[in-house]
């Protein structure tokens, strides 16, 4: 589970057309295979962290499968990379799909043996890997978008892609809940059902495979060229983080934004981390069980953001940045204590509410900063570093919290998040807003 990630973005719906996804068959092909898989993927991350509470240390174990599925957003560069140089990518994404349901065969069989702690380092790597690959497809299904969809209607496919993404993530997370409840916590069947997800996602391309015969495909490059394609690509991927990095530390304004959302997303990833943990011992905040509860702590968090950008109050859009930034920091803050003192779901639930639906209406305004207070050749060097930054803590903060967690315990793992919290809207007041365009 995230909070108030800044890496998530909600494009507003209203300019959705089903119109075009009806008429366009390769389009729609694609579309129904992707929706597929992220219903698939939606269930089995659910299902990894309820399977992980069954464990002997359900704490660590929780702690660990929520640390792994943030892990791949470090390696996106790499996935986006290798997708570029398939040479086939309508057909390496039926192979994804078969590749998929192989894990998710292999994780029910697991499921099937007595809990222990390398079948949980398998579990990790089944779900890893199972994040990687619905990378790599997301990828492939792109590149295959720009091929079929003409330029005019590609921005219009791709925000209906994008919306219907959203809703079935969201349909995900209720229908595993209920699922795994009528299974009474059978894994092994319920990685069965997931099979059949992918199966059918597979049998969609299958179907319609001679919409995409015409494609032409780039020459393969040898394994001797790709492999030192992938190391001149991350040597020049060092080479220019370190480049931007100086360059943005020395525009002060923007490099102090970019610190202040770091740190608010390495305290975002860090607070998700450590209440799925809490939530496994502090039964007050449940809802009937652990299962529900994170599901709907899930739910209003991406109804909060789709909310925000649908209909964002013009009164928080008004404010400058650095009052949006106290303002979000503030409730993260109010959450660490509701979480830790109240004990009150139903609170909880209001300021989680508001923090994602402001944080929805907060972030196009950030990169609206970025754009215009970096002159135009510079912009995709900022946002690069900007990424890559913000990337990066996502998976630190969960780890830190973990690790934390497990020599410090609860009590203190929740203060350091408080100080945190203290010290990023303290920052936050302390930073200077500039507009005008650097070089």
Request: charged content about 15%; aromatic content about 14%.
């Given at each position: 589970?995230?909070?108030?990630?800044?890496?998530?973005?909600?494009?507003?719906?209203?300019?959705?057309?089903?119109?075009?996804?009806?008429?366009?068959?390769?389009?729609?092909?694609?579309?129904?295979?992707?929706?597929?898989?992220?219903?698939?993927?939606?269930?089995?991350?659910?299902?990894?962290?309820?399977?992980?509470?069954?464990?002997?240390?359900?704490?660590?174990?929780?702690?660990?499968?929520?640390?792994?599925?943030?892990?791949?957003?470090?390696?996106?560069?790499?996935?986006?990379?290798?997708?570029?140089?398939?040479?086939?990518?309508?057909?390496?994404?039926?192979?994804?799909?078969?590749?998929?349901?192989?894990?998710?065969?292999?994780?029910?069989?697991?499921?099937?043996?007595?809990?222990?702690?390398?079948?949980?380092?398998?579990?990790?790597?089944?779900?890893?890997?199972?994040?990687?690959?619905?990378?790599?497809?997301?990828?492939?299904?792109?590149?295959?978008?720009?091929?079929?969809?003409?330029?005019?209607?590609?921005?219009?496919?791709?925000?209906?892609?994008?919306?219907?993404?959203?809703?079935?993530?969201?349909?995900g997370k209720s229908v595993g809940?209920?699922?795994?409840?009528?299974?009474?916590?059978?894994?092994?069947?319920?990685?069965?059902?997931?099979?059949?997800?992918?199966?059918?996602?597979?049998?969609?391309?299958?179907?319609?495979?001679?919409?995409?015969?015409?494609?032409?495909?780039?020459?393969?490059?040898?394994?001797?060229?790709?492999?030192?394609?992938?190391?001149?690509?991350?040597?020049?991927?060092?080479?220019?983080?370190?480049?931007?990095?100086?360059?943005?530390?020395?525009?002060?304004?923007?490099?102090?934004?970019?610190?202040?959302?770091?740190?608010?997303?390495?305290?975002?990833?860090?607070?998700?981390?450590?209440?799925?943990?809490?939530?496994?011992?502090?039964?007050e905040l449940q809802l009937g069980?652990?299962?529900?509860?994170?599901?709907?702590?899930?739910?209003?968090?991406?109804?909060?953001?789709?909310?925000?950008?649908?209909?964002?109050?013009?009164?928080?859009?008004?404010?400058?940045?650095?009052?949006?930034?106290?303002?979000?920091?503030?409730?993260?803050?109010?959450?660490?204590?509701?979480?830790?003192?109240?004990?009150?779901?139903?609170?909880?639930?209001?300021?989680?509410?508001?923090?994602?639906?402001?944080?929805?209406?907060?972030?196009?305004?950030?990169?609206?900063?970025?754009?215009?207070?970096?002159?135009?050749?510079?912009?995709?060097?900022?946002?690069?570093?900007?990424?890559?930054?913000?990337?990066?803590?996502?998976?630190?903060?969960?780890?830190?919290?973990?690790?934390?967690?497990?020599?410090?315990?609860?009590?203190?793992?929740?203060?350091?998040?408080?100080?945190?919290?203290?010290?990023?809207?303290?920052?936050?007041c302390f930073w200077k807003e500039?507009?005008?365009?650097?070089?």
């Amino acid at each position: 589970m995230s909070i108030n990630l800044c890496l998530i973005y909600f494009l507003p719906i209203r300019r959705f057309k089903c119109s075009f996804f009806l008429q366009h068959k390769p389009y729609r092909v694609l579309t129904l295979s992707i929706l597929l898989g992220i219903f698939g993927t939606t269930l089995f991350d659910l299902v990894s962290v309820l399977y992980a509470a069954t464990f002997p240390n359900p704490e660590l174990a929780v702690g660990l499968a929520s640390l792994i599925t943030s892990l791949p957003y470090v390696f996106d560069f790499i996935v986006g990379y290798v997708s570029d140089r398939a040479s086939n990518s309508f057909k390496a994404m039926k192979l994804v799909r078969w590749l998929q349901m192989s894990l998710y065969v292999f994780f029910g069989v697991l499921t099937l043996l007595k809990p222990s702690w390398w079948v949980f380092v398998l579990v990790l790597a089944i779900n890893f890997m199972s994040d990687i690959i619905g990378n790599y497809t997301a990828y492939l299904n792109l590149s295959l978008n720009r091929r079929v969809v003409d330029e005019e209607n590609f921005s219009l496919a791709i925000s209906f892609r994008k919306g219907m993404s959203n809703i079935v993530t969201l349909a995900g997370k209720s229908v595993g809940v209920m699922l795994i409840a009528l299974l009474a916590h059978n894994y092994f069947l319920f990685a069965l059902i997931n099979v059949l997800v992918f199966l059918a996602s597979y049998l969609v391309l299958r179907r319609g495979r001679k919409l995409f015969d015409h494609l032409d495909e780039p020459i393969p490059e040898s394994k001797e060229q790709q492999a030192e394609s992938l190391k001149a690509l991350i040597c020049q991927f060092v080479r220019d983080t370190i480049t931007n990095f100086t360059f943005l530390k020395s525009q002060s304004s923007i490099f102090n934004l970019v610190m202040i959302y770091s740190s608010m997303n390495l305290l975002s990833s860090a607070m998700a981390t450590l209440l799925m943990i809490y939530l496994l011992s502090v039964k007050e905040l449940q809802l009937g069980s652990y299962a529900v509860t994170i599901t709907v702590f899930e739910s209003i968090e991406l109804v909060a953001f789709f909310l925000g950008s649908l209909f964002p109050f013009d009164f928080y859009r008004k404010w400058s940045i650095r009052s949006n930034l106290l303002f979000e920091n503030s409730l993260a803050l109010l959450m660490i204590i509701s979480i830790f003192v109240w004990h009150n779901p139903i609170v909880l639930f209001t300021l989680l509410f508001l923090s994602s639906y402001a944080t929805a209406i907060s972030n196009p305004k950030s990169d609206t900063i970025v754009i215009f207070s970096i002159v135009e050749e510079r912009q995709n060097a900022v946002f690069s570093i900007f990424s890559t930054i913000v990337t990066a803590t996502v998976p630190l903060g969960a780890a830190v919290i973990l690790a934390l967690n497990q020599s410090l315990g609860a009590t203190w793992s929740w203060t350091l998040l408080a100080f945190l919290a203290v010290f990023n809207i303290g920052y936050t007041c302390f930073w200077k807003e500039e507009t005008r365009a650097v070089s």
